[in-house]
């Protein structure tokens, strides 16, 4: 298994990054079907750790949508 040093912090690749996106596109194929000819869907991510999965998710969404990034808890 791959390991990573970051300072004195030892990391192990858990989920390969293709296994990640398969399932990101899969969850894009179900919203682009399930959402087709509807209403706008408004997409939000919250807080910076979101910034990632909604990057490659609205790479895979074909419909017309809003998208919001929110960065704290209120």
Do not use: W
């Amino acid at each position: 298994m791959k390991t990573i040093r970051l300072h004195d912090k030892n990391f192990r690749l858990a989920i390969p990054n293709g296994r990640i996106c398969d399932a990101i596109g899969r969850f894009a194929d179900r919203i682009n079907t399930d959402y087709a000819g509807r209403e706008m869907p408004l997409f939000v991510g919250v807080l910076n750790g979101s910034f990632m999965f909604m990057a490659e998710l609205m790479q895979r969404i074909t419909l017309f949508s809003f998208i919001s990034q929110c960065l704290s808890y209120i």
